[in-house]
Nanobody
Framework: QVQLVESGGGLVQAGGSLRLSCAAS????????MGWFRQAPGKERESVAA????????IYAESLKGRFTISRDNAKNTVYLEMNSLKPEDTAVYYC?????????????????WGQGTQVTVSS
């Protein structure tokens, strides 16, 4: 089992940047596929990005390619989400999640463990 704690959210102006972090407990972090998801008020949770065990493979929601970058540091048990050129529509609670089985995926149902989320608010 793994516990996840997100941080780095906050209020930023449109066009700005933020880097989210997700710290994981446990000694087997490197065996988990990691993903970032988000949920805006009144909307369903949606996928953002995911990364393989080694970080060698990443996938993104099509609409976010080029602005968001996922990375991980297995030595620090941490996964990151770098967000650039932020827009008001990026406002949401951002969650990280861990998948215990192999295969990089953007499917919400494929993830086994979830953090409690961190709020990102982009002002216009």
């Amino acid at each position: 089992q793994v516990q996840l704690v997100e941080s780095g959210g906050g209020l930023v102006q449109a066009g700005g940047s933020l880097r989210l972090s997700c710290a994981a407990s446990g000694r087997t972090f490197s065996r988990y596929i990691m993903g970032w998801f988000r949920q805006a008020p009144g909307k369903e949770r949606e996928s953002v990005a995911a990364i393989s065990w080694t970080g060698g493979a990443t996938i993104y929601a099509e609409s976010l390619k080029g602005r968001f970058t996922i990375s991980r540091d297995n030595a620090k048990n941490t996964v990151y989400l770098e967000m650039n050129s932020l827009k008001p529509e990026d406002t949401a609670v951002y969650y990280c999640a861990a998948r215990a089985t192999s295969g990089v995926s953007l499917r919400i149902g494929d993830y086994d463990y979830w953090g409690q989320g961190t709020q990102v608010t982009v002002s216009s």
